[in-house]
């Protein structure tokens, strides 16, 4: 088993080895020790520095014949948008009030999908739709803390 403990640089449009891709959801992105199975098959160790993050063609590997990158994979997310100020400001409150991740986009605000955050946003007028797609939540590393 390979074992990368840096990030060895971004993937290129124009690299000519064998790419191998690491599929991984957001919540695999932040963990920093873990296994992984790349769409080839290559088993590979996981021991980054606690905190840091893998983000879409980050290279776990390399050598002279192919190259080992992170793809993000699509996800059960909610959408929201916005069209005042206070809709983004209910928006900005409910979620952050269940500690849920967020990605926010210029005209939408994307966390995973949540049935609950749904039934509530159409019950108040603000549009929602679930979808599938990659979700990237960058805020920084989670924390906890007490009411």
């Not at 983000?55 to 916005?82: F, P």
């Not at 509530?120 to 797609?133: A, H, N, P, S």
């Amino acid at each position: 088993m390979i074992v990368t403990e840096e990030i060895r640089g971004k993937l290129s449009a124009n690299e000519t080895r064998r790419v191998e891709r690491v599929p991984l959801g957001w919540a695999d992105r932040l963990r920093s020790r873990q296994r992984v199975t790349t769409d080839g098959g290559t088993e590979i160790g996981v021991a980054l520095p606690t905190g840091h993050a893998l983000h879409e063609d980050d290279i776990l590997y390399e050598d002279g014949e192919r190259v080992i990158a992170v793809a993000t994979v699509a996800e059960d997310v909610l959408a929201l948008y916005s069209r005042t100020p206070v809709d983004l400001g209910r928006i900005a409150y409910q979620v952050g009030n269940r500690h849920a991740p967020v990605m926010v986009e210029d005209d939408r605000v994307l966390t995973p999908f949540d049935s609950v955050l749904e039934e509530y946003f159409q019950k108040i007028g603000v549009r929602c739709e679930r979808t599938t797609e990659p979700f990237t939540h960058d805020f920084g590393a989670f924390h906890s803390h007490h009411h």
